[in-house]
């Protein structure tokens, strides 16, 4: 029987892979000879290529954003709530673009592909990367899909990084940015967190310094406990607390056993990490956490952000969520004040929330409305 999908559902979706043969020159001084891309598109290009969206994801995210790779598939893609027809992202009137980034693990050039010098996995030695990198990488995209300027680029988090950067990067190339619950740099705890996470899998007997592939294993544990300390952080204290308390997985205190005791938030995390380190690659994520920790929109502007600013020329959708506290309301109203300061065009939304930083891919009617409203508003022809 054929699964029947809703009708504000992308449905069935097919990623496919673009190769670019040539060299791309890095942030760290190195130089990729030739890479490949993961993309989904949902929507129609239309005939002047002026309604095209970039979807920019953050850091455990992929190319696949909206609809099911297959009719057996149980959960859709991770932006599935705010892209497809009729949605806040809508593919009745927008072209939709989402890739696997540079570095990933979701079939993009990456820690696991096989370096054409060596004929072995990159491991370890896979380049270091920036956002810029990505930006860059993701240009030649737009080139190779004959889309000169993204009438949107989207992202959230170490997505809405890329966004702002593209912006600086490319000015005459996006008409508007749309920077969600992120940040033009990251604080002291950030950058604490995400090392504490790095040594947690570095740490693990089996990393063997970044080159396990060659080992035919991988770093479990330090993997699992690094996505345990990461959840951590995405969600709030409410939240944790309304869904957990201090419940225990048999009910009662069981005495005498030599069990440890297991709370019901211990048995979330341990499985939320267990699954996760069966489907992310633990070069990847050191890749991507560094990436985070190095970005600082206005450090070559004289760590001014306003002067940083003033080389984009698109407007600006900035959103912030009330108990964000990895990527605070503070750090939205820096790039919102940088914006004024530059005198460009800003629309800003506090969306109250109890969900912490994974609001933002929530379900919420406020942040719904208001992004709706915004991508409503621009003009495709």
Not at 87 to 105: E, P, Q, W
Not at 235 to 250: I, P, W
Request: aromatic residues 12%; hydrophobic residues 35%.
């Amino acid at each position: 029987m054929t699964k029947t999908f809703a009708p504000d559902s992308v449905g069935l979706v097919t990623p496919f892979t673009v190769q670019f043969d040539e060299p791309l020159d890095l942030a760290c001084g190195r130089t990729l000879s030739n890479y490949e891309l993961v993309v989904e598109t949902y929507g129609t290009l239309n005939a002047n290529k002026s309604n095209a969206i970039l979807i920019c994801h953050a850091l455990s995210g992929n190319h696949h954003a909206a609809g099911f790779h297959s009719e057996d598939d149980r959960k859709p893609g991770w932006w599935d709530g705010y892209i497809g027809p009729g949605k806040a992202i809508d593919t009745n009137k927008f072209f939709i673009v989402s890739l696997n980034n540079l570095g990933g693990c979701s079939g993009s050039t990456g820690p696991r592909s096989i370096n054409p010098d060596t004929g072995k996995p990159w491991g370890a030695d896979f380049p270091k990367l920036r956002v810029r990198d990505w930006v860059h990488s993701q240009a030649r995209l737009a080139d190779s899909l004959g889309i000169n300027q993204w009438a949107a680029v989207i992202g959230g988090s170490l997505g809405g990084m890329q966004a702002m950067r593209w912006a600086l990067e490319y000015p005459s190339r996006v008409r508007n940015c749309v920077v969600i619950a992120s940040a033009m740099k990251l604080s002291a705890q950030n950058i604490a967190f995400n090392e504490t996470a790095r040594q947690a899998i570095i740490s693990d007997p089996e990393f063997h310094n970044g080159n396990y592939l060659d080992h035919n294993t991988y770093p479990k544990n330090g993997l699992a406990i690094a996505r345990m300390i990461g959840h951590i952080t995405y969600l709030s204290d409410d939240v944790m607390g309304e869904k957990f308390g201090r419940d225990l997985r048999s009910g009662s205190f069981d005495q005498g056993l030599d069990e440890l005791v297991e709370f019901q938030v211990e048995s979330y995390l341990r499985y939320q990490g267990d699954s996760f380190s069966k489907n992310f690659d633990a070069n990847t994520y050191i890749l991507m956490t560094r990436a985070l920790d190095y970005f600082d929109l206005a450090r070559e502007y004289g760590d001014d952000a306003a002067a940083a600013f003033r080389r984009a020329q698109c407007d600006f959708y900035v959103a912030s969520f009330t108990t964000d506290w990895r990527f605070p309301i503070e750090r939205s109203r820096e790039i919102v004040d940088a914006l004024i300061s530059a005198q460009k065009n800003v629309s800003y939304t506090e969306v109250e929330s109890p969900y912490g930083h994974d609001a933002f891919l929530l379900p919420n009617e406020h942040y719904c409305e208001s992004f709706s409203r915004y991508l409503a508003g621009i003009d495709t022809e």
